[in-house]
């Protein structure tokens, strides 16, 4: 291959060749009847000088701008196989160019081979590929503008006639300068056999142009095969892409199937796990009533009955009645003592026994200066927490089970709700003396307590018997809002009610359909907070199909307080504080955990808001009142597990004065506490 290719001259030795040829035959003298033939060279070489004039020229700026095109021109035109001109050029698939004899050997019937410049694979079509490959036709222009032609020239049967010469017997470009010349054969002719393609922007002969098109004919022939071959490449790649998502699929049906038969063996154990709870309590509750069934029984017989008896044995019967009914009372009180949610975050059944712990709590600081006016601003407010000794200056322990507290808007008495004797206590605080009952036939358990102001209505919650009670300030019973039931307006065991006097709404926690209710004081509800609809998907029959369901991110809630703009709710079933936009009822902040450390709750019942907005949280399974700051920062914990003054059983309701006097009911120790 590198003989047949050296044959041919390297192009920067013909040039050079030629240079020095011109120069001698330049010497001597021409005439005008001898038949020359133009050297193509000379259109890239400039213009030869006379003696006179070239003997002026320094040699360096002679051949200077000559050497640099050469150059240029012989790395261009180089095979990069053989390193010599290129020789009937061929263009791969890549765009890179070689003799086509270099490239019969660098095939050499293989089936792939790999570019040698940019190492592209290329897969080889029947035995005659290499010399279907297109030909590069601006390699092969620029060759045939310079004289060397990548494929055997004949030559010419008559030479063509020299023209008139120049200046020192030289030939004058000049006299071709009346047409434009063909980029292939390099013939002068007419404007109007002369073609400009649009492809290479190169002007051809009518007869070059008939090459030229047959050279892109042949071109686009190379296109089709590269089509095809895409075309091939992309079939396979849908293939490939199609199994892949086949393969998704699949693997995404069998985890799903994983994941609900887990799904649905967790539901199926938490069934059991909460049948098994309601078979415990029925169990206990119904041997609870056979007990006061029979204890009731020995009651009445033994007040009807007309026997003789002696007093020492009327005196006995009564001491074991008492101590019976005494310890049934107590069993009662208890029944219930075993407290547990669904953790829907977990999909579990937390238990918790409602028993207080003794958890962590704060000293008072050392008072550095008296403030005047605690509520000045934010900082002297938390200097007063921090500072303050919490210990109750009264303690009122006429109530058996005090629950939910609260300051009469009209004439500053308290109101407690007292749960076992179904009424609501009106105390004169001064006097510390009860001066009026709020209670009716229908109530059962009295829970919390709000107070309408602009109407002078007071708004009782009753747990057990599902609805609101609404009395007059003077204390008449004027009606019940609501019963038992989720849909709008009912309720199932509400526990935390406030009102918003701006606005004439009542705000209801509705604990058993984990929500908070907005009603208006007929009872009609206008808005609800922490519920939402969202789409589920169903089966019905064989066919999937999505329906829209109520889902709500609270967990057996159990009070609320209004602040200005914001609605703060405790979400007791979740351990947490969660604060809302009163306007559009989105979430704010929430703060909280499951713990015994500050700033965690167990099992909190109740909280308030001060006056600047500070929320009280009574967390009555640590027993103890933490106060943060409207942003959710603990600011101080006071309370401990205990009966003496200062500590607490269980905190069943908390109310903050516009003094910022702080009353805390305690439900196990049967007392409330003023701080």
Same mark, same amino acid.
């Given at each position: ?47 030869? *000088? ?25 790395? *261009? ?8 001109? *290129? ?6 698939? !890549? ?36 010399? &279907? ?89 190379? #296109?089709? +095969? ?12 849908? &293939?490939?892409?199609?199994?892949? !998502?086949?393969?998704?699929?699949? $693997? ?115 008072? #550095? ?28 322990? +006429? ?16 109101? #407690? !709700? ?21 209670? !009716? ?31 007059? +300030?003077?204390? &008449?019973?004027?009606?019940?809002? %609501? ?55 169903? $089966? ?32 007791? %079933? ?40 500070? #929320? ?25 597990? %205990? ?33």
């Amino acid at each position: 291959m590198a003989e047949k290719v050296k044959k041919k001259p390297p192009f920067f030795a013909l040039k050079r060749w030629n240079s020095q040829k011109q120069t001698e035959e330049s010497n001597y003298p021409k005439t005008p009847n001898t038949p020359q033939v133009q050297n193509p060279l000379q259109l890239f070489k400039p213009n030869v *000088l006379s003696p006179t004039t070239r003997s002026t020229v320094p040699p360096a700026a002679e051949s200077k701008p000559r050497k640099v095109s050469a150059g240029g021109i012989k790395e *261009l035109v180089q095979c990069p196989l053989c390193l010599e001109v *290129l020789h009937n050029p061929k263009m791969l698939p !890549c765009q890179h160019t070689f003799c086509l004899a270099c490239l019969r050997v660098y095939v050499d019937a293989e089936p792939i081979i790999d570019c040698p410049i940019c190492y592209t694979r290329i897969q080889i079509h029947g035995a005659n590929y290499v010399e &279907e490959l297109p030909t590069n036709l601006y390699i092969n222009t620029l060759l045939q503008m310079v004289g060397i032609s990548s494929s055997p020239a004949k030559a010419p049967d008559t030479p063509p006639t020299t023209p008139a010469t120049g200046v020192g017997g030289m030939q004058s470009v000049d006299l071709f300068a009346g047409g434009l010349r063909c980029c292939h054969c390099r013939t002068m002719c007419d404007a109007c056999d002369i073609t400009s393609c649009g492809h290479c922007k190169l002007k051809f002969c009518r007869v070059c142009w008939s090459q030229h098109l047959e050279d892109m004919r042949t071109q686009i022939g190379s #296109i089709l +095969k590269q089509l095809d071959s895409a075309a091939n490449r992309l079939e396979h790649k849908i &293939e490939h892409y199609k199994d892949r !998502c086949e393969r998704i699929t699949e $693997q995404i049906n069998i985890v799903a199937d994983e994941k609900i038969n887990a799904i649905l063996t967790a539901k199926v154990n938490l069934l059991q796990e909460a049948s098994d709870l309601q078979k415990s309590g029925d169990m206990s509750a119904l041997a609870l009533q056979s007990s006061l069934k029979e204890a009731r029984e020995v009651a009445l017989k033994t007040m009807s009955s007309k026997q003789l008896i002696d007093d020492n044995e009327k005196v006995a019967t009564f001491i074991n009645l008492h101590q019976n009914a005494l310890q049934l009372l107590t069993d009662v009180s208890k029944w219930d003592a075993n407290s547990f949610v669904f953790d829907k975050e977990n999909f579990c059944i937390e238990s918790d026994i409602t028993t207080p712990l003794d958890a962590e709590s704060d000293d008072p600081l050392p008072e #550095i200066a008296k403030h005047n006016n605690p509520l000045e601003n934010e900082e002297s407010l938390i200097m007063f927490y921090r500072s303050r000794n919490f210990t109750p200056h009264y303690v009122w322990r +006429k109530t058996a089970r005090p629950c939910g507290i609260g300051i009469g808007p009209w004439n500053e008495h308290l109101y #407690i !709700c007292a749960m076992d004797s179904h009424s609501v206590l009106v105390v004169e605080r001064s006097q510390a003396k009860t001066v009026m009952r709020l209670t !009716c036939e229908e109530m059962l358990c009295p829970v919390h307590i709000a107070f309408f102001k602009s109407l002078g209505e007071i708004y009782v919650t009753d747990k057990w018997k599902h609805c609101i009670h609404v009395f007059s +300030k003077e204390g &008449e019973y004027l009606r019940s809002i %609501g019963q038992k039931g989720s849909r709008d307006g009912m309720f199932r065991s509400p526990e935390g009610i406030a009102i918003d006097n701006s606005q004439q709404l009542i705000y209801v926690v509705d604990t058993g359909n984990d929500r908070v209710q907005i009603l208006q004081p007929d009872g009609k509800c206008v808005d609800q907070i922490g519920v939402a609809t969202r789409k589920q998907p169903s $089966q019905t029959s064989s066919v999937w199909d999505t329906k829209e369901i109520l889902c709500t991110e609270l967990n057996a809630p159990t009070a609320v307080a209004i602040s200005n703009d914001r609605v703060i709710v405790l979400d007791s %079933g979740n351990r947490r504080v969660k604060v809302y936009n009163k306007q559009d009822k989105s979430k704010l902040l929430e703060f909280g955990s499951l713990g015994h450390r500050k700033g965690q709750f167990r099992q909190p019942e109740v909280l308030a808001v001060d006056p600047m907005g500070f #929320i009280l949280v009574g967390d009555s399974g640590n027993c103890r009142v933490q106060v943060f700051k409207p942003n959710g920062q603990l600011v101080r914990v006071f309370g401990r597990l %205990g009966t003496e003054p200062g500590k607490f059983g269980w905190i069943s309701g908390i109310h903050v004065t516009k003094q910022l006097d702080i009353i805390v009911s305690d439900t196990k120790n049967h007392s409330v506490n003023f701080f």
